[in-house]
């Protein structure tokens, strides 16, 4: 859907509200859509004095950050004609980079952040639950069965995050189409459950197929609450993980 595709880009280069360190909050924002596919593996950022001006930093702040998403080996700069900064995806470094992010965040951050996606989620699979024509429910479909067979951590973030997009869609409500889109913007940079416990992702597509299944079936609550509950327990995995100071495997019954 183009219009997604739009909505997303606009996410994607809104304004920063981070204050402080407005480098790093640079290098989170891009980091992450890289992660979830939004900005994709050799594509163009717009010109340093626009992209500054779309984020709401300096010139400076921005050169600082393009620099260090060049060390990392997220962006690659080539001088002259047809020149400018792309994207380079590469999975170890955002790995890195979403174990750093949860380092910075409190448990309380977690929670809350974890609490306005259960809200936007669940909201978006209620009225799914009585919108979703046939060919949007296909689309869902199709978009878990991308998440089954992706191989990658990053085809996987991809397809998940995308499932939530089309979902909020599927609603028929740009606003919660948007909030998803912000959200994972958010979510893309922590760590995702399945790189830390490969078993889980078969836990995560059985629960959204069972969501769809209620979707299909014209049954709002049921959407509703298993949606809630997955979200609960995405939740309650990156807490622990937080606590046991990202290190080791999340508990395999917490994300179900």
Do not use: K
Not at 43 to 70: D, G, K, Y
Not at 127 to 147: P, Q
Not at 220 to 240: C, D, F, K, M, Y
């Amino acid at each position: 859907m183009q219009l997604l595709s739009g909505d997303a880009r606009r996410a994607v280069f809104a304004p920063l509200d981070d204050g402080a360190l407005r480098s790093e909050a640079v290098v989170r924002r891009v980091g992450s859509a890289i992660a979830l596919g939004l900005l994709g593996d050799g594509e163009q950022l717009p010109a340093e004095t626009e992209l500054a001006t779309m984020l709401n930093v300096s010139t400076m702040t921005l050169r600082e950050a393009l620099a260090e998403l060049r060390g990392l080996g997220l962006v690659a700069t080539r001088r002259g004609r047809g020149g400018g900064s792309f994207v380079q995806a590469r999975d170890d470094v955002l790995a890195e980079l979403a174990d750093a992010r949860l380092a910075e965040l409190a448990t309380t951050d977690l929670r809350e952040l974890g609490d306005v996606h259960g809200a936007v989620a669940s909201a978006a699979a209620r009225l799914a639950a009585t919108r979703a024509s046939r060919v949007e429910i296909a689309r869902l479909r199709d978009i878990v069965d991308r998440l089954a067979r992706a191989d990658t951590v990053t085809g996987q973030r991809r397809a998940e995050g995308r499932y939530y997009v089309e979902l909020a869609a599927c609603a028929q409500s740009v606003r919660l189409t948007m909030q998803e889109m912000d959200l994972h913007l958010e979510l893309g940079q922590l760590p995702w459950p399945p790189a830390h416990a490969p078993g889980l992702l078969d836990r995560i597509v059985a629960c959204h197929r069972a969501v769809l299944d209620a979707i299909e079936a014209r049954d709002p609550a049921t959407a509703r609450t298993l949606t809630e509950e997955h979200v609960e327990a995405r939740t309650r995995w990156s807490i622990e993980l937080r606590l046991r100071g990202g290190e080791g495997t999340a508990d395999r019954r917490e994300v179900s």
